[in-house]
């Protein structure tokens, strides 16, 4: 079994390519693959508790996330300098995620067979 890492740092509903990320790491996963996420930069936006995109009329890509557990994608990463350059803090997230600081990504890259950035 290849380990797959899924590197975010999109904001939410910024277009088709975070719907179309989550699509391949959902179909990835259904496969049994090990997926992993990444969030950096705006990405860690993704898990942002209250979000409320309907309201715009774009579709609500947090409750994806929450689904992830069915496809056993149980290992979400996010970065701490991303966090705190954002304002946000783990409590803030809709997700358990565990936090890397900049300085140890690479070394948690290493870790995987494929990584995927988007």
């Known amino acids: ?4 890492l899924f590197v975010l740092s999109r904001p939410p509903h910024s ?15 259904a496969f049994d693959q090990h997926v992993s996420i990444l969030l950096l930069d ?18 609500d890509t947090a409750a994806i996330f929450k689904a992830l557990e069915i496809y056993d994608v149980n290992d979400i990463y996010a970065e701490v300098e991303s966090l ?5 803090k783990p409590v803030d997230l809709c997700l358990p ?15 995987f067979d494929i990584v995927f950035a988007g």
């Open 97 to 111: 995620a565990r936090e890397f600081y900049r300085k140890d990504i690479a070394e948690l890259m290493k870790r």
């Open 42 to 59: 705006d990405g860690v936006f993704q898990l942002k508790n209250g979000q409320t995109p309907e309201i715009a009329g774009m579709k």
């Open 84 to 88: 705190q350059e954002r304002g946000l």
């Open 15 to 29: 277009g088709a390519q975070v719907q179309e990320m989550l699509d391949i790491i959902l179909t990835t996963a």
């Open 1 to 4: 079994m290849k380990r797959y």
